[in-house]
């Protein structure tokens, strides 16, 4: 059972536009969610993340739009750029110190030029 | 700044194989983990280290041991490689909320 979902598997947007991921959660606990992000041959990144005290979180052209009562985050990338292709992974950490992520199965997105 | 290297980069293995993975940080940061990526599935968790000679089971421990013998290092053993297995091991480090990931070690089991 995937405890957290993440759609679109693939995204193509145009350059300027702006990309929307989206991630479901199982668990009412997880307390911590963040994306990160893996450029082609590289190790994924922590890029922003939120906790559920807020319902939005922003960091440049990047934001969070969180839904508590509908266990649903998304990311947004505003004026999208090339440059930002990558694979984007939603994740979940439950309540404690371990740190622990349950990752989603990532969405690909291409941002034509 | 810190770094976080993993040995050896690509490991290619026969069917029934042990198989030893290492890692190494010099965050000095107290937990450390490893998952497993293959293609299409994201990144599961094999084992994790809150500490120096603590090891927790993430969901994919089957098939494999771990050891934390330092706070510096920590190993992942594929117990007995699977015919035709192909994925990436990523060893991360913790501080805060953040987890800074290794390069990874490339798998291939003939």
């Known amino acids: 059972q995937q405890q957290v979902r993440q759609s679109p598997q693939s995204l193509t947007v145009w350059e300027g536009e702006t990309a929307i991921l989206n991630c479901s959660y199982e668990?009412?606990?997880?307390?911590?969610f963040p994306w990160y992000h893996q450029f082609p041959g590289e190790s994924p990144a922590l890029l922003i993340a939120?906790?559920?005290?807020?319902n939005k979180k922003e960091d440049g052209r990047f934001t969070i739009f969180f839904n508590k009562r509908e266990k649903k985050f998304s990311l947004h990338i505003a004026d999208s750029q090339p440059g930002d292709s990558a694979t984007y992974f939603c994740?979940?950490?439950?309540?404690?110190?371990?740190?622990?992520?349950?990752f989603g199965l990532g969405t690909t997105l291409q941002v034509q030029p | 700044g810190g770094i976080i290297t993993q040995t050896p980069k690509f490991l290619i293995g026969q069917e029934g194989q042990k198989l030893t993975l290492k890692c190494q940080q010099n965050?000095?940061?107290?937990?450390m983990y490893w998952y497993r990526q293959d293609s299409g599935k994201g990144l599961r968790l094999i084992y994790y280290?809150?500490?120096?000679?603590?090891?927790q089971k993430g969901d994919l421990s089957e098939g494999y041991d771990a050891s934390r013998e330092k706070k510096s290092s920590f190993s992942l053993t594929v117990t007995s490689a699977q015919k035709n297995e192909m994925a990436v091991f990523l060893c991360?480090?913790?501080?805060?909320?953040?987890?800074?990931f290794g390069p990874g070690t490339r798998l291939l089991v003939l």
């Open positions: 994740a979940a950490s439950p309540p404690g110190n371990t740190g622990k992520l349950i």
């Open positions: 991360a480090s913790r501080t805060g909320d953040t987890q800074y």
């Open positions: 939120i906790r559920p005290v807020s």
């Open positions: 280290s809150i500490t120096e000679n603590d090891l």
């Open positions: 668990d009412s606990t997880f307390d911590y």
């Open positions: 965050f000095n940061h107290d937990t």
